[in-house]
């Protein structure tokens, strides 16, 4: 059996503006010790997506459908305690900005343990102990003035390793990193992306990777699901995605991508902007920003076509062995 498993999923907001599809009908697994990547530009549903396996979508304006089995059991059908115990002892978050995730009124050491007492039941003076043993597996240099201090007193590169260390402190076996480096300058999202490559195998946790990002993509997934208008349109191992992209809209996200041999060459941007949500068109979402659509593109939903072993593009044109 998957860890993850995810079937169908669906997560709709009703707005002012009419109800807003998110998230359309994306399913994918996820093994024990995998790390999966969600590609995509922003708004595509990948954040979105991530908040519906831990159930955090307020249930006053969200209509969530489909299946997440975690473990067997399905999230969307567990009373808040339940889901309140899954949270942190199977499935644990980095959310993408320390600054806001974290509470600006206690120190880095009182969020950690306080995890700790909650999910674990230390008493204070084991959980402090606990709270220093993990800043040291996220290799904080100064464990214990990182631990008495606020988060505004510590840097932004320290504030995703105190992130990471409240994410692991109950030993989850599933990690969800919803963009964490992307407020971090290029030094230190290269350290905080090796770090936690290191301790997803060290500790052998299954990962889900939210980035817009192909390049850290690459350094530390190995799958990725491209999703567009919430749905996912490409999933590959990376190495083969990377190889050959499929669908058309990954080749406009490579294009648009800086590349080892850029220099002295214009990036070529995808034309247009991503649809409404509230107002999704009735075939390809992609269609009136891709280069080779054709009526059937507008009027009809494609579905998932097979490019390989593995790695399925969801494209009228797509060709067995080849691309778009």
Not at 249 to 277: D, S
Not at 280 to 299: M, T
């Amino acid at each position: 059996m998957a860890l993850l498993s995810v079937r169908e999923l669906s997560v709709e907001f009703a707005t002012r503006d009419g109800v807003v599809s998110a998230v359309n009908g994306v399913s994918f697994s996820l093994e024990a010790g995998q790390v999966l990547a969600l590609l995509g530009e922003s708004g595509s549903g990948k954040s979105v997506t991530l908040r519906a396996i831990l159930g955090l979508h307020p249930a006053v304006r969200t209509r969530v459908g489909g299946e997440v089995l975690v473990k067997g059991q399905d999230v969307n059908r567990l009373d808040e305690p339940s889901r309140a115990r899954l949270r942190g002892r199977i499935v644990s978050t980095v959310f993408q900005e320390p600054m806001t995730a974290l509470d600006p009124v206690y120190t880095i050491g009182e969020q950690i343990a306080e995890t700790l007492r909650q999910h674990r039941g230390h008493d204070h003076a084991a959980a402090r102990r606990r709270a220093r043993e993990l800043l040291d597996l996220v290799q904080v240099p100064s464990p214990d003035r990182c631990l008495a201090s606020y988060p505004h007193e510590i840097s932004g590169g320290m504030r995703q390793r105190a992130m990471i260390a409240i994410a692991l402190a109950c030993e989850p076996e599933l990690l969800l990193a919803d963009e964490p480096t992307t407020a971090l300058d290029v030094t230190v999202q290269a350290q905080i992306l090796w770090l936690l490559r290191d301790l997803q195998k060290r500790l052998g946790l299954a990962v889900i990777f939210v980035t817009h990002d192909l390049g850290v993509a690459a350094e530390i997934a190995d799958e990725a699901a491209v999703m567009y208008a919430g749905r996912i349109v490409e999933q590959a191992p990376i190495r083969e995605l990377f190889r050959r992209p499929a669908h058309p809209y990954t080749e406009g996200l490579m294009h648009a991508t800086v590349r080892r041999g850029q220099k002295g060459r214009p990036l070529v941007p995808i034309p247009g902007a991503p649809p409404n949500l509230a107002v999704l068109p009735p075939g390809c979402a992609f269609a009136p920003r891709c280069p080779i659509a054709r009526d059937p593109c507008r009027i009809t939903l494609p579905s998932f076509h097979p490019v390989s072993d593995g790695h399925v593009a969801r494209c009228h044109f797509v060709t067995p062995g080849g691309s778009s």
